[in-house]
């Protein structure tokens, strides 16, 4: 998939998986899929023979929710330094841990489609498993997982879901 895909799909499935826990669901989500991503896709393609390879360096499962983990980490720094009390501190690294988690796998779930697909260890060698062979740069398949994050970004602000998140900081506070 094209990188731009994978900042808007990874940013919808991360604010949706936000919203109940912070206010800041959609900076933290947008901040975290960029940074994430950029470092997963930078780091986990080499040139060889004048194309763009996938490594298994950061395209395995569980490798891309270390990425996501180390890569989200400058957000836990800025944090910190921003606020001076600790609640305030555990308040906004507990979603930011829970993004850095959830986006390697998001990152996978469309490269699994792609043609070339994804690693995984079976017999103690990197294989490649694809679901779908799409080519990366697939307008119609693009577009979709596009779409999917702009709708998911766009659920993750309503007032249903916004409401819990209001109970839940009401019922934790009394």
């Known amino acids: 998939m094209k990188l731009i895909t994978h900042y808007i799909f990874s940013a919808g499935v991360l604010s949706l998986a936000l919203a109940p826990l912070t206010y800041y669901h959609l900076p933290i989500?947008?901040?975290v899929s960029v940074i994430a991503?950029?470092?997963?896709?930078r780091l986990?393609?080499?040139?060889?023979?004048g194309i763009p390879v996938r490594t298994p360096l950061t395209h395995t499962l569980p490798r891309s929710v270390i990425w996501g983990?180390?890569?989200?980490s400058p957000?836990?720094?800025?944090?910190?330094?921003?606020?001076?009390y600790w609640y305030e501190v555990i308040r906004h690294i507990v979603p930011i841990a829970v993004a850095g988690v959830l986006?390697?796998?998001?990152h996978m779930v469309l490269d699994v489609v792609t043609e070339r697909g994804i690693y995984v260890k079976k017999n103690g060698r990197w294989r490649r498993f694809?679901?779908?062979h799409f080519r990366y740069n697939n307008p119609a398949v693009n577009g979709l997982a596009a779409v999917a994050g702009v709708i998911m970004l766009f659920l993750s602000t309503s007032p249903e879901l916004l409401y819990y998140h209001y109970y839940f900081l009401l019922s934790t506070h009394l």
Do not use: K
């Not at 991503?37 to 896709?41: E, G, Q, R």
């Open 29 to 31: 989500a947008v901040a």
């Open 37 to 41: 991503n950029t470092v997963i896709d």
């Open 44 to 49: 986990g393609h080499e040139i060889r023979g």
């Open 69 to 72: 983990l180390v890569s989200s």
């Open 75 to 84: 957000l836990f720094v800025l944090y910190f330094y921003h606020y001076y």
């Open 103 to 106: 986006v390697g796998p998001t």
């Open 130 to 132: 694809a679901l779908a």
